[in-house]
């Protein structure tokens, strides 16, 4: 193991500039969470319009991995239509634990997040950002809008 | 590495090492540099050899069989309860219940003392410092009784804030639950004071002793608490080895805690009688064989004096804090080595205790990082989470300078 592998330029490069870290108010979407393990915590907002997800941040605190991750997950996922997005959920995941090799056109950026597969007990941070998208989207199925935090 | 200067009654660290198996080993190619004893401890070939021992040759059910083997296993085990009362100041075995630590003896009293004795406007008294462990038992039983929790809080110095400590110790108070020494911050609050004050008002004491058991002289007698909880496997021990302590009167009244064998007198149709103390508490087959080996982490442990263990680990302490201080990492916790013990909780400028954590493993480094079941304490000071270098008797200053090196590299790769 060498620690290039997980802490990459890319990575170090989002985390100490993050993008799209803000409140975003008048987001119909957002969801928290935390890891009990590691106390870290993040809630992210979804602003859609026509099919797709028009705006999307994140605000919280955490480990490099687990901001990096948020932050190349909001650019990965601006402009796509909520499907687009659950698939690429998918894919993250995929790559994540290991069972898929990445498609660098589809995943750009995120491919830097695949050293972590090699330091299991991190996996969950790089998955966490991931885990709330889909939850606040998933409240946008049938629940009322802006699923509450928890 | 050998201690140059041998003062009377220090470790002699080296020999020490030696008899830790797992010290011998790597990480990648480095040597491994064990800094997470307060979670739990390693154990010296003497430990494992007798867990390894019993089973190969004295392995039976205890307090059961009527043959050679099941005498022996019963014997290994009551010497080992014998052991255990000795090592914390009681000449009174029956004094000591064996449980799997100190999470299931608080439960223990939570259950048989607490939803017995507890009615509605009650309270018991915790800290802001406690563990989980010590917070959440309490929860459950307030739940179920009406009792109330209040909480002793910090100061910034990581010390107990007892300027308030009349106002929230008073004869409503029926418990004082607090640790013996904070798994975070590393403080040792003034369970002698505490004490005094919980009984000036008839409240019982228990003191969380995960910590303080493993690191530093106990004598509850001199102490007066009613209870104490300790956990095996953080003093050289095996997992799922420990007990309570419980003064014997206030034992005799407790209700029973898990039913099964062993722990009745007699069964009816729709009633039992209890078995004596303690093993009214201990119901099922038990923790034979961890027990066993938790007597011989005793013996361990006495061989080398829990005096010298103490001061080794005052010293090292010291010398981590002067170090990390210089390096400038933000220190949690009193600095005064005499009110603390050897668990220390810091930042490292910026870096988060997880990627602090990962780039310390590849040097071989194993410390804790995370919120160490400590969320109160985390919330106090503002941070989600501390990386933390916990001591015990086989670490050494070497090893503090391998971490204090190891923390330059992390400042490296995030090229701060």
């Known amino acids: 193991m060498a620690l290039d592998d997980i802490y990459k330029e890319v990575i170090l490069d989002h985390y100490k500039n993050p993008r799209n870290k803000r409140d975003l108010p008048g987001a119909e979407r957002s969801c928290s969470r935390n890891n009990p393990l590691c106390g870290d915590e993040i809630t992210v ?31 990965a996922v601006t402009g796509r239509s909520v499907e687009e997005t659950r698939r690429l959920i998918g894919d993250f995941r995929g790559m994540m634990a290991g069972e898929v090799d990445p498609d660098e056109d589809e995943l750009g950026d995120l491919v830097a997040l695949k050293g972590v597969v090699k330091y299991p007990i991190r996996i969950k941070c790089a998955v966490l950002a991931w885990d709330v998208l889909q939850e606040a989207l998933e409240g946008s199925d049938g629940e009322a809008a802006g699923a509450a935090p928890h | 590495m050998s201690l140059t200067k041998e003062r009377k009654g220090s470790l002699d660290v080296a020999r020490v090492r030696a008899d830790f198996p ?25 430990v494992i050899d007798a867990e390894s021992e019993f089973y190969a040759n004295h392995n039976a059910n205890a307090h059961r069989g009527l043959y050679m083997l099941a005498e022996e296993a019963t014997e290994m085990y009551e010497e080992a309860r014998a ?120 409240a019982l004491v228990l003191v969380d002793g995960a910590q303080l058991v493993p690191h530093v002289p106990v004598n509850v007698t001199e102490l007066d608490c009613d209870f104490l909880t300790v956990s095996g496997h953080k003093m050289l021990g095996p997992t799922a080895s420990g007990g309570l302590y419980g003064k014997h009167e206030i034992l005799e009244e407790m209700d029973a805690f898990l039913g099964g064998g062993h722990m009745i007198d007699e069964v009816f149709h729709d009633h039992s009688t209890w078995n004596v103390v303690p093993y009214k508490f201990e119901a099922g087959t038990m923790n034979i064989a961890q027990e066993v080996g938790l007597g011989a982490a005793i013996d361990y442990l006495e061989a080398l004096g829990m005096d010298a263990v103490r001061a080794h680990e005052e010293e090292i302490t010291a010398y981590a804090i002067d170090r990390l201080l210089d390096a400038g990492a933000t220190v949690f916790g009193p600095k005064d080595v005499s009110v603390r013990g050897g668990a220390v909780s810091f930042w490292y400028k910026q870096i988060h205790p997880h990627d602090l954590a990962t780039i310390l493993n590849e040097e071989g480094i194993a410390i804790r990082a995370g919120h160490h079941c400590n969320q109160l304490v985390m919330r106090r000071y503002g941070v989600p989470a501390t990386a933390r270098a916990s001591f015990y008797v086989y670490n050494t200053n070497g090893e503090v300078d391998a971490l204090v090196a190891a923390l330059a590299k992390a400042e490296g790769v995030f090229g701060l």
Request: a negative charge; proline letters at 4%; charged letters at 20%.
């Open chain 2, 83 to 202: 052991k255990l009362a000795r090592f914390i100041g009681t000449d009174d075995p029956a004094t000591i219940v064996f449980t799997r630590g100190t999470t299931e003896s608080t439960n223990l009293v939570a259950y048989a003392w607490a939803r017995r004795f507890l009615k509605e406007g009650d309270e018991i008294l915790l800290s802001d410092m406690e563990h989980h462990s010590n917070i959440v038992p309490w929860q459950l039983a307030a739940r179920d009784t009406g009792a109330v929790l209040r909480y002793l809080p910090l100061t910034d110095d990581g010390l107990l804030d007892l300027s308030d400590l009349g106002s929230l110790l008073t004869t409503r108070t029926k418990l004082l639950a607090v640790t013996g020494m904070s798994n975070s911050l590393g403080t040792l609050p003034p369970l002698g004071q505490l004490t005094d004050a919980a009984h000036a008002v008839g």
């Open chain 1, 45 to 75: 907002f979804v602003h859609e319009e026509g099919g797709k997800i028009a705006e999307v941040s994140f605000v919280g605190q955490g480990c490099s991995i687990s901001q990096s991750s948020a932050s190349m997950m909001t650019e």
């Open chain 2, 22 to 46: 797992i010290l011998a080993r790597t990480v990648g190619d480095a040597p491994l540099v064990y800094l997470d004893s307060a979670a739990t401890s390693q154990k010296p070939r003497q």
